[in-house]
């Protein structure tokens, strides 16, 4: 993947020294950006365009990037050449912040009322781990298909090969991220949260887990795997620690110590930096995106971990990889970044508000259909709602507990509940059982009340 550099700002204020004046003033009437949007663009595609009447476009640029650089807000974080990178606050930034802000709080219900709301509400958190563990683990070549690794989450079952091993990681990953990680990102429990991503997929184990050393080869990014250039070369493997440590620090700040970030936006720089540093021998991706959940987490999103983040990400790799080009051959300005994952963040919101809606209308369908079926409690309900729209689909004791968090012993009681009211069909499958939605479900429900 090429992106052409920038001309060096330096170089263009010598060209153009009234111009750079101007440019900490524009006018009004002067369209600094995409004249269809506001896009903030990169001298890449600016070049292409046909600049405002008067000047060329290398003028152009340096009335743009006067105008950002006053505009900068400095990070912590550093450029393998040792400059800060820092980012702008557009009216783009400020629109999607706004939108997602508005969105993103607080946490998932259906109608926010009754046991089956609950019920499903903490089984669509299940499914929505297993789909971001299953999703991010393609992203990063997993081969696995998203119905066998469900199969396997569900079942409990121990995974059978490579792109098995790394879903199951990923889903314990998330799990440590919400449980184990607490109040305080730290250098150890980074290590901890890469070492159980790894565990049993590299082909050096002793890597899993700790930081690349400096008597080892240092990774490259690549946009393809038969790329032979990198478009990406981190830092030293001796400046590891102490990066680390200060990626901690950033993402621990307090919004009011003196520097506000919006925690979206930090949650979306600690992604950054930890995927430019490239710490580790593999498993750098899943470690940024688990630890942008975990930002979000910790500063009140709740909602940001029903996000189907990497399914996204997988769908368009070239915009992700652009978005990193693009900070990286500007000086290290982030905004091309932020504006990509902001992007990303308002089309899972879309895609969550349409399955909750989806959702909704399900269960109010089922609940009329269920009105006159007595003891059933929220969680047999939700497994009728999938049998109904899953025919095929085998459940057994180990997958319900593991879909809603409850004791083996419970889920034997719900699901051998609902085979006694024929609902569902046993059928022994090796030395346990399996139970597959009675043929004429449906009909069955509704005689049951008469």
């Known amino acids: 993947m090429y992106v052409a550099t920038p001309p060096p700002v330096d170089a263009l204020i010598e060209e153009f020294p009234s111009t750079a004046l101007e440019g900490l003033l524009p006018r009004p009437e002067d369209p600094l950006d995409d004249p ?35 505009d900068m807000r400095f990070l912590p974080m550093t450029a393998t050449d040792g400059d800060a990178l820092a980012y702008c606050l557009p009216d783009p930034v400020l629109l999607y912040l706004h939108r997602i802000d508005q969105r993103l709080g ?36 997993a081969t696995t298909s998203r119905q066998v690794a469900q ?8 995974p059978r090969d490579h792109g098995e091993q790394m879903v199951a990681n990923n889903y314990r990953a998330l799990e440590f991220m919400r449980e184990e990680i607490g109040e305080r990102l730290t250098p150890e429990s980074v290590l901890e949260l890469h070492r159980v991503i790894t565990e049993n997929t590299l082909g050096d184990p002793t890597a899993s887990g700790r930081l690349q050393r400096p008597d080892e ?76 959940f975990w930002v979000m987490r910790s500063r009140g999103y709740q909602l940001a971990e029903y996000l189907p983040i990497s399914r996204l990400l997988r769908a368009a790799p070239a915009q992700y990889a652009r978005a990193f080009l693009d900070t990286e051959t500007d000086g290290g300005d982030t905004t091309y970044f932020l504006l990509h994952q ?3 963040i308002e ?18 369908d089922l609940r009329r259909m269920l009105d006159h079926v007595e003891g059933l409690n929220g969680r047999q309900t939700v497994l009728l709602t999938h049998a109904i729209k899953h025919p095929d689909h085998s459940y057994t004791f180990g997958g319900h507990a593991q879909s809603h968090r409850i004791t083996h012993e419970t889920a034997r009681a719900d699901i051998g509940g609902l085979a006694d009211h024929g609902f569902l069909i046993r059928r022994r499958h090796g030395r346990s059982y399996e139970f597959r939605p009675a043929p004429d479900l449906p009909s069955r429900l509704r005689e049951s009340g008469k």
């Open 36 to 70: 269809a949007g506001g896009e903030y663009l990169h001298w890449d595609k600016l070049r292409h365009l046909d600049p405002p009447a008067g000047i060329d476009t290398r003028e152009w640029w340096l009335r743009i990037k006067v105008g950002r650089i006053a």
């Open 106 to 141: 607080g946490g998932v219900g259906f109608d926010g009322s009754g046991s089956t709301d609950r019920e499903a509400s903490q089984r669509f958190l299940v499914n929505a781990r297993m789909e971001e563990a299953i999703r991010s683990s393609q992203l990063e070549g």
């Open 217 to 292: 080869e240092r990774v490259a990014v690549f946009y393809r795997d038969e790329d032979e250039t990198p478009i990406h070369r981190p830092p030293p493997a001796e400046a590891l620690p102490e990066r680390l440590r200060m990626l901690c620090d950033f993402a621990n700040e307090s919004e009011d110590a003196g520097r506000f970030v919006p925690p979206v936006l930090r949650a979306i720089l600690v992604h950054f930096w930890l995927a430019y540093d490239h710490p580790f021998l593999d498993g750098n991706g899943r470690t940024a995106r688990i630890l942008f």
């Open 151 to 158: 199969e396997m989450l569900r079942s409990g079952r121990r």
């Open 342 to 344: 902001l992007r990303v």
């Open 347 to 364: 089309k899972a919101i879309e895609d969550l508000d349409l399955y909750l809606r989806r959702k909704r209308d399900e269960l109010r």
